[in-house]
T-cell receptor, first 116, second 117 residues
Framework: DGGITQSPKYLFRKEGQNVTLSCEQN?????MYWYRQDPGQGLRLIYY???????QKGDIAEGYSVSREKKESFPLTVTSAQKNPTAFYLC???????????????FGPGTRLTVL | AQTVTQSQPEMSVQEAETVTLSCTYD???????LFWYKQPPSRQMILVIR??????QNATENRFSVNFQKAAKSFSLKISDSQLGDTAMYFC??????????????FGTGTLLAVQP
């Protein structure tokens, strides 16, 4: 079955530690995204990538880093510089639909990160 | 900058009845896409319905339909014959084109819908 997987589902981190969230897709999608969700707020874009070895900052990139070494994978590292990392993190991917600027995004199941 | 506003933090509806969730947005663009996503307790984001701004006809998907008022920048979701499985957080979202093959979804703060038996 094609889809997006995120691991782990729950992640606990001590303050001052870096942690990496995994996102893998087998949909052959070119673009991948990371969103953050906090209680009472909608999702906010952290980073996105159009193609392998290319990525761009979203609205709240400070304290995060990403890599895109393979088309299928887009891991997110939450660094110790992120002031308030406890949140729910969602990965998404999309494929270009012809000449249209519309590209539906498909979401993974998410990772809940808690800083202790 | 585009913004999306959902003014109803929580709503409740009886099973089999109809409920309407409100959404307004602000943009200077003429052509764009709007979406309603559902997030059940599993927290999986599920696309419910989408609307292309240049289409005047309101989108429908089975029991879900929208009332798209472009001039008023309003995009409400109507759920008919509500079912217990419709209980979820519902997010309205605006799609902003970033270039190349990428878009950004700008989300509202969500409406928590509870369907009562």
């Amino acid at each position: 079955d094609g889809g997006i997987t995120q691991s782990p589902k729950y992640l606990f981190r001590k303050e001052g530690q870096n942690v990496t969230l995994s996102c893998e897709q087998n949909l052959n999608h070119d673009a991948m995204y990371w969103y953050r969700q906090d209680p009472g707020q909608g999702l906010r874009l952290i980073y996105y990538s159009q193609i392998v070895n290319d990525f761009q900052k979203g609205d709240i990139a400070e304290g995060y880093s990403v890599s895109r070494e393979k088309k299928e994978s887009f891991p997110l590292t939450v660094t110790s510089a992120q002031k308030n990392p406890t949140a729910f993190y969602l990965c998404a991917s999309s494929i270009r639909s012809g000449a249209s600027s519309y590209n539906e995004q498909f979401f993974g199941p998410g990772t809940r990160l808690t800083v202790l | 900058a585009q913004t999306v506003t959902q003014s109803q933090p929580e709503m409740s509806v009886q099973e089999a009845e109809t409920v309407t969730l409100s959404c307004t947005y602000d943009t200077s663009e003429n052509n764009y896409y709007l979406f309603w996503y559902k997030q059940p307790p599993s927290r999986q984001m599920i696309l419910v319905i989408r609307q292309e701004a240049y289409k005047q006809q309101n989108a429908t998907e089975n029991r879900f339909s929208v009332n798209f008022q472009k001039a008023a920048k309003s995009f409400s979701l109507k759920i008919s014959d509500s079912q217990l499985g419709d209980t979820a957080m519902y997010f309205c979202a605006f799609m902003k084109y970033l270039g190349g093959a990428t878009n950004k979804l700008i989300f509202g703060t969500g409406t928590l819908l509870a369907v009562q038996p």
